[in-house]
């Protein structure tokens, strides 16, 4: 067998293992599901008709609108923190050992992750969606192009977080310590522009939020599902999720690699 063919069938194997321990233990997905949607009824619900008139709306859908984009990526900060968690798990409770005794492609332990959890946020991305359109948001002028880059931007941030949260996972001691690790890929999109305009923060405040990874792929989906203007945030998003990826994956395949456990 190729060295290509071993490759495919092994990360295949991870792969299947990692989406059998969510579809058993879903537990740790619906607690990360329910932070974006609670937060997308609060806003909405609570603080709709308030939040719509402070970005100039004229209702509650305005603010719709506004929000959902910022808490699908959200959702997806979410759904890795259980990767770095899952993965955390593996090294520390002794299957990796086992995996190195056996005949297998090595990184497609690693892979299996990866892919799982790319898959997994993609699911989650379209519940929360599901919800979204439940209470009334709507895009009603993308194009099919449109849909299909804004699919295409969703996984390659998805991805690009996945590998920050298996690095994490790696260097954590045990799982809870991975857990408060990836926090803050929850916490980052508090301070994004997904609830309220960079620009109506504090001045000091503003680059902050500006240029972190989270603005940007918040802003270039916002601009292909509702038609608002993208400017540079388009090539920053993909310049944060390219170089968060190419980070990630040396970071972990390095630290998996040296790991003796």
């Given at each position: 067998?190729?060295?290509?063919?071993?490759?495919?069938?092994?990360?295949?194997t991870?792969?299947?293992?990692?989406?059998?321990?969510?579809w058993?233990?879903?537990?740790?997905?619906?607690n990360l599901l329910?932070?974006?949607?609670?937060?997308?009824?609060l806003?909405?619900?609570?603080?709709?008709?308030?939040?719509?008139?402070?970005?100039?709306g004229?209702?509650?859908?305005d603010?719709?609108?506004?929000?959902?984009?910022?808490?699908?990526m959200m959702t997806?900060?979410?759904?890795?923190?259980?990767?770095?968690?899952?993965?955390?798990?593996d090294?520390?409770?002794?299957?990796?050992a086992?995996?190195?005794?056996?005949?297998?492609?090595r990184?497609?332990?690693?892979?299996g992750?990866?892919?799982?959890?790319?898959l997994?946020?993609i699911?989650?991305?379209?519940?929360?969606?599901?919800?979204a359109?439940?209470i009334?948001f709507?895009?009603?002028?993308?194009?099919?192009?449109e849909?299909?880059?804004?699919?295409?931007?969703i996984?390659?941030?998805?991805l690009?977080?996945?590998?920050?949260?298996?690095?994490?996972?790696?260097?954590?001691?045990n799982?809870?310590?991975?857990?408060n690790?990836?926090?803050?890929?929850?916490l980052?999109?508090?301070?994004?522009?997904?609830?309220?305009?960079a620009?109506?923060?504090?001045?000091?405040?503003q680059?902050?939020?500006?240029?972190?990874?989270f603005t940007?792929?918040?802003?270039?989906?916002?601009?292909?599902?509702l038609?608002?203007?993208i400017?540079?945030?388009g090539?920053?998003?993909?310049?944060?999720?390219?170089?968060?990826a190419?980070?990630?994956?040396?970071?972990?395949?390095?630290?998996?690699?040296?790991?003796?456990?």
């Amino acid at each position: 067998m190729s060295t290509l063919s071993l490759a495919a069938r092994d990360s295949a194997t991870m792969l299947r293992r990692n989406l059998l321990r969510v579809w058993r233990y879903p537990s740790g997905t619906l607690n990360l599901l329910l932070t974006p949607i609670m937060l997308l009824l609060l806003f909405v619900y609570i603080f709709g008709d308030v939040m719509s008139a402070g970005i100039g709306g004229s209702d509650r859908s305005d603010y719709i609108a506004y929000i959902v984009p910022g808490i699908l990526m959200m959702t997806i900060g979410g759904t890795v923190v259980g990767t770095a968690v899952y993965v955390s798990m593996d090294m520390n409770e002794g299957i990796i050992a086992r995996f190195r005794t056996m005949a297998i492609y090595r990184p497609s332990v690693l892979v299996g992750h990866v892919l799982g959890s790319v898959l997994q946020s993609i699911a989650s991305v379209v519940l929360v969606g599901a919800v979204a359109v439940a209470i009334g948001f709507r895009s009603t002028d993308a194009t099919p192009l449109e849909w299909l880059a804004a699919f295409g931007l969703i996984v390659l941030f998805a991805l690009a977080l996945t590998w920050i949260a298996v690095g994490m996972g790696l260097v954590s001691p045990n799982a809870e310590a991975a857990a408060n690790s990836a926090q803050p890929l929850i916490l980052l999109p508090l301070i994004s522009s997904a609830f309220i305009p960079a620009d109506t923060m504090p001045g000091w405040f503003q680059p902050i939020a500006e240029y972190q990874p989270f603005t940007p792929a918040i802003e270039t989906l916002r601009g292909l599902l509702l038609g608002t203007e993208i400017g540079n945030n388009g090539w920053l998003a993909v310049g944060w999720c390219l170089g968060l990826a190419a980070l990630g994956y040396f970071w972990s395949t390095s630290k998996f690699s040296a790991d003796p456990k």
